[in-house]
């Protein structure tokens, strides 16, 4: 590592396992995290009624170019390492890009039939454009273009099946040391934890570490099936790239 802070983007969607790869980071004595920062952004511009939107509008700067700038700012703390969990829904077309060429990208992904199933439990209605599939194909394509690398990709289920192996790869394509304590964390909330925890994360809040990869029957029909089918070359881009592939 260099003496300046390492900025990683982590890209993912909603309902995978984005919120316990923030507990893994944050329990690494180096690193400072910050959880879904352009979220009241999102919310402003969309108009979208989610779960607690006054909340999550009020907890956050609303300016997109506000929140560039801290991501591109003091690391808090002054820790080595500035893990930033972003939804790759959240980037809008308006938004410039061409400050994002300071972070080192990641991009986590979940079979688009199971997050499908997993969001319509706790929002109705979905969208190509909320599940962040093709947002992510898209910035994934343009870190490759920029900077003639393929950038890391993580699968949720390949974490969960063999997460000290899935976090080891990650860390040597970033580049830093692995550590055991992004393995197991305390259960309960944490400060850094968006004000719409009490709607999402019920089960990170009781997780120690990564829970055990399960496999269960995913079956959609109507417009979901269409919508997961309209997900899956976006995903299948990227799963070909995934770490230990």
């Known amino acids: 590592m260099t003496?300046?802070?390492?900025?990683?983007?982590?890209?993912?969607?909603p309902r995978n396992i984005s919120t316990?790869?923030?507990?893994a980071f944050e329990n690494r004595p180096d690193t400072a995290v910050v959880d879904e920062p352009f979220y009241a952004h999102y919310l402003a511009e969309t108009g979208l009624d989610h779960p607690m939107r006054d909340a999550v509008m009020a907890s956050q700067p609303t300016d997109w170019r506000a929140v560039a700038a801290a991501m591109m700012?003091?690391?808090?703390?002054?820790?080595?390492?500035?893990?930033?969990?972003?939804?790759?829904?959240?980037?809008?077309?308006?938004?410039?890009?061409?400050?994002?060429?300071g972070l080192t990208h990641c991009?986590?992904?979940r079979e688009p039939a199971r997050v499908l199933a997993s969001y319509a439990q706790k929002r109705e209605g979905?969208?190509?454009?909320?599940?962040?599939?093709?947002?992510?194909?898209?910035l994934f394509q343009r870190v490759r273009d920029t900077t003639g690398r393929t950038p890391p990709v993580l699968d949720s289920r390949d974490v969960l099946t063999d997460p000290r192996r899935q976090l080891t790869l990650l860390c040597q394509a970033l580049d830093i040391p692995f550590t055991g304590s992004m393995l197991a964390w305390p259960p309960g909330r944490r400060d850094t934890d968006g004000v719409w925890a009490p709607h999402w994360y019920?089960?990170?809040?009781?997780?120690?570490?990564?829970?055990?990869?399960?496999?269960?029957?995913?079956?959609?029909?109507?417009?979901?099936?269409?919508?997961?089918?309209?997900c899956?070359?976006?995903?299948?881009?990227?799963?070909a790239h995934r770490l230990g592939a």
């Open 3 to 13: 003496s300046s802070p390492l900025r990683i983007a982590m890209w993912s969607g």
């Open 20 to 23: 316990a790869m923030m507990r």
């Open 73 to 101: 700012g003091p690391v808090p703390g002054g820790k080595a390492i500035f893990y930033q969990k972003h939804m790759a829904q959240h980037l809008l077309p308006h938004m410039d890009r061409d400050w994002m060429d």
């Open 107 to 109: 991009f986590l992904i």
């Open 126 to 138: 979905a969208t190509l454009a909320d599940l962040g599939f093709a947002q992510q194909a898209e």
């Open 202 to 230: 019920h089960a990170v809040e009781g997780s120690t570490g990564f829970q055990p990869y399960k496999h269960a029957p995913v079956h959609l029909d109507g417009k979901m099936a269409r919508l997961a089918a309209a």
């Open 232 to 239: 899956q070359p976006h995903y299948d881009a990227l799963y």
